[in-house]
């Protein structure tokens, strides 16, 4: 029996004769028509911006970045590689000035992230207890915005930085201690890796 597909002309007749499974693509260079040539352009390898251009960095060279630089991250599970800071971003009692004990490491990680295509930022700012809790919104949104525009000024593309604010609803340490309320007074950085770097 003989098929007269449109289209299929082209065909050689010892296509024709063989049978199929003995003839069928074994691999990527298989698959491509004899008639049709070498591929003109070699495919690109290695990790590249969104444009193609070269990164002289390794895939995960974020994590190895904040280890040299002795800064505590947890990997998160998910389909996106997730770098979540352990360490946060503190800021004084009704404040939304980062403080100059956060600034520095800050303005380290901006100048990196900056230079690396890829790497989308998310911060989430927190409140402790003092105040009503519509100021405590208010001012989670002012910090994360205040560590949002540091990154900015450090030339972070403000397109790939995302901001929330909690206030005073997700403590992360008990508001009953000054010390406490230190710690909930606080800004948390969440890196989201594409999946080209």
């Not at 251009?53 to 002795?70: I, R, T």
């Not at 989430?124 to 949104?141: E, M, P, Q, Y």
């Amino acid at each position: 029996m003989l098929l007269a597909l449109p289209g299929c002309g082209s065909l050689p007749d010892d296509i024709l004769n063989d049978n199929m499974l003995t003839i069928a693509p074994q691999g990527e260079q298989d698959v491509m028509h004899p008639d049709w040539g070498k591929a003109t352009v070699k495919p690109k390898s290695g990790v590249q911006g969104p444009y193609g251009e070269k990164n002289a960095y390794q895939p995960h060279s974020l994590e190895s970045f904040l280890a040299k630089h002795n800064l505590n991250y947890e990997v998160l599970p998910g389909d996106y590689k997730m770098v979540k800071l352990v360490d946060t971003i503190k800021f004084n009692t009704g404040s939304s000035q980062v403080s100059r004990q956060s600034a520095y490491w800050l303005d380290v990680i901006a100048r990196y992230v900056a230079s690396q295509p890829g790497i989308d930022v998310v911060i989430d700012g927190h409140a402790d207890n003092t105040g009503a809790a519509k100021f405590n919104d208010k001012l989670s949104v002012k910090r994360a915005d205040a560590v949002k525009q540091s990154l900015v000024n450090n030339s972070v593309d403000q397109r790939s930085i995302f901001t929330r604010g909690y206030g005073e609803a997700e403590p992360a340490c008990n508001n009953a201690t000054a010390k406490g309320k230190a710690c909930n007074r606080r800004a948390e950085v969440l890196f989201i890796l594409s999946a080209d770097y």
